[in-house]
């Protein structure tokens, strides 16, 4: 073996992270509306650059005035209205007898309402309003309790408990059971350790039941129905349309602007000094990199979206409760591309199918093995086994993790854990069997 020290040249292969393909590589994981902001981001630095939008056309006067003569004839002008969003303020303000209270106290109640949350729920201090407005604590509470009064029912509530107490109060004001267990067993009553207040204050089992069945219908946040979000509009990245022949695959690009080269400017300054020259020759190369790379992006995304409809042409034809077990580690070995560029081509895309728009991660499930070794199947169609299973057990002797597990392997053939059962069950949303019992 030769130890010593010396100086070879050697040739290797190594794949160098360059920002072009940096660039690239955050292309095909953008979203529609993020590869819009990044194009106009390019065009501000690029003057080579144009983008022509689909969705915005050029005006023209003598059209466009013919077009608004027309629309006046066809719509009501009542439509042309902006509509005035009713808030939680003016909701309020509008059932107080303004006859009955003082400046002092409207003063106060104002400036309590702008305290309430989302929700309804009262999140200020009282002593420190007394203090900023120069008034009696007394005074405060006062206008506290006539927010109180007001509806929806449980405005107000310095918490859930308190909220609770308005709206079984305003139901029902002689339901003193309610009361008692609301303000002085809230805790061990919502963890329904049901026997111990029971035993303490001599009901049965079932009064408590169905003061819990009650509570199901009042509104943990009486102050959200006010509150109005604009509706969120999703632009499917891919059509997915049922044909004779099958599922036809179509990439839906119209909603991304076009980008084109600025021949005029080109051709004005190619002419110039050697710093321009250079500056434009860096530039078409640059607008030629983003041509091809959202070329490669909508490549990868038509063959990655095409694979996933020819494995899921059931779920996509009869529901998803068809869905059928596929990882991104099994497309990526089909297609003869990384994992991470598939987890890079479904991020924040959708597809529209006959049955709605998705989005595209919704299709991977992780595999659970069956008795029979050749066969598998997806988690979703095990929630939706445990799901039923759970719809139809005795109430009153309802199933632990492990007669679920029970269960599955017996009927359907699935072998899982009861760890599993026990973390799909939470995923579902569906507490454990101790607080699904009800009591006769």
Not at 220 to 240: C, H, M, N, Q, T
Not at 245 to 254: H, K, N, S
Not at 296 to 312: A, G, H, N, P
């Amino acid at each position: 073996m030769n130890l010593k020290a010396g100086l070879w040249q050697q040739q290797t292969l190594k794949l160098a992270m360059t920002q072009e393909l940096s660039q690239a590589i955050a292309l095909l994981q953008y979203s529609a509306q993020e590869l819009t902001a990044f194009l106009e981001d390019k065009v501000l630095e690029n003057p080579l650059m144009q983008l022509e939008s689909s969705t915005v056309k050029p005006m023209n006067p003598l059209m466009d005035r013919n077009r608004r003569k027309h629309q006046k004839e066809e719509k009501n002008w009542i439509e042309q209205i902006a509509e005035k969003p009713f808030s939680l303020e003016d909701h309020l303000l509008s059932q107080l007898k303004i006859t009955n209270l003082s400046t002092d106290q409207l003063k106060v109640i104002r400036h309590l309402i702008l305290h309430l949350d989302e929700n309804g729920y009262f999140m200020g201090d009282l002593n420190e309003i007394a203090e900023s407005l120069l008034v009696e604590e007394e005074l405060v509470e006062e206008c506290l309790a006539v927010i109180q009064t007001l509806e929806p029912a449980g405005i107000g509530a310095r918490n859930l408990q308190e909220c609770l107490l308005m709206q079984l109060y305003y139901q029902n004001p002689n339901n003193e059971l309610a009361q008692t267990i609301i303000t002085h067993y809230f805790v061990p009553f919502a963890e329904k350790k049901w026997r111990q207040i029971s035993k303490e204050l001599r009901v049965s089992l079932k009064e408590i039941q169905d003061l819990f069945d009650q509570i199901q219908f009042l509104n943990p946040k009486p102050g959200a129905f006010l509150r109005e979000e604009a509706p969120s509009y999703i632009i499917p990245d891919a059509i997915v349309e049922r044909t004779t022949g099958g599922l036809e695959v179509r990439m839906f690009d119209d909603s991304l602007p076009r980008i084109s080269f600025n021949e005029s400017y080109f051709k004005k300054f190619k002419d110039q000094d050697q710093q321009v020259s250079k500056f434009l020759h860096d530039k078409v190369q640059d607008y030629q990199w983003i041509l091809k790379a959202i070329e490669q992006r909508r490549e990868t995304l038509t063959r990655v979206i095409s694979k996933i409809v020819e494995k899921q042409t059931v779920c996509l034809l009869k529901g998803m409760q068809y869905l059928e077990p596929m990882t991104m580690k099994e497309i990526a070995m089909e297609l003869d591309i990384h994992e991470s560029t598939v987890s890079r081509a479904v991020r924040e895309k959708y597809i529209q199918t006959p049955l709605g728009t998705f989005p595209l991660k919704s299709f991977f499930t992780s595999t659970i093995q069956t008795v029979a070794d050749d066969e598998s199947t997806s988690s979703t169609q095990v929630k939706n086994e445990i799901s039923n299973l759970i719809e139809q057990e005795n109430k009153e002797k309802p199933l632990s993790d492990q007669d679920i597990v029970g269960l599955l392997k017996e009927n359907n053939g699935i072998v899982v854990s009861r760890r599993t059962i026990a973390k799909y069950r939470e995923q579902l949303g569906i507490q454990s069997s101790s607080k699904r019992k009800r009591f006769k």
